[in-house]
Nanobody, 124 residues
Framework: QAQLVESGGGLVQAGGSLRLSCAASGRAFRTYNMGWFRQAPGKEREFVAALDWRGESTTYADSVKGRFTISRDNAKITVYLEMNSLKPEDTAIYYC?????????????????WGQGTQVTVSS
C-alpha cells in the first residue's frame, strides 16, 4: 500500500532549526515528484517546497526561500525538509506530498498522495 509517513516535527524557538523527513513506501515513489505543504490553524493548506523525481529541479514558496531546503534520497525513498531560521509564522502542520506531475504542486487538489502530517511549533 502506497504510504507517506512524516517525522521530525516538534517545538523549537525562533531562529532555530528542524529537519523533517518523509518516508515513502512503494517503489513507484522513486519516480514521483515530492513536496511539502503546511497548514496553520484557521488557514488553508499552502505550498512550501517541491523537488522533481531526479532531484534536479526545486521550487520554493517565497516565504521560505533561503531558509528551507528540500532534498531526497531515492535509495531510501525519503524526502527531507531542512528548516533554518524558523519564525513563529512557520508554525503549522507540515504535510508530505507525492505526485507524478511536477506542475500539480501549483494545484493542490491534484496531488495524488498525502502524508498524515507532523506538527511544527515555533515559539517567539
Amino acid at each position: 500500500q502506497a504510504q507517506l509517513v512524516e517525522s521530525g516535527g516538534g517545538l523549537v524557538q525562533a531562529g532555530g532549526s528542524l529537519r523533517l523527513s518523509c518516508a515513502a513506501s512503494g517503489r513507484a515513489f522513486r519516480t514521483y515528484n515530492m513536496g511539502w505543504f503546511r497548514q496553520a490553524p484557521g488557514k488553508e493548506r499552502e505550498f512550501v517546497a517541491a523537488l522533481d523525481w531526479r532531484g534536479e529541479s526545486t521550487t520554493y514558496a517565497d516565504s521560505v526561500k533561503g531558509r528551507f531546503t528540500i532534498s531526497r534520497d531515492n535509495a531510501k525513498i525519503t524526502v527531507y525538509l531542512e528548516m533554518n531560521s524558523l519564525k513563529p509564522e512557520d508554525t503549522a502542520i507540515y504535510y508530505c506530498a507525492a505526485d507524478p506531475v511536477y506542475s500539480d504542486y501549483e494545484r493542490i487538489e491534484h496531488i495524488d498522495y498525502w502524508g498524515q502530517g507532523t506538527q511544527v511549533t515555533v515559539s517567539s
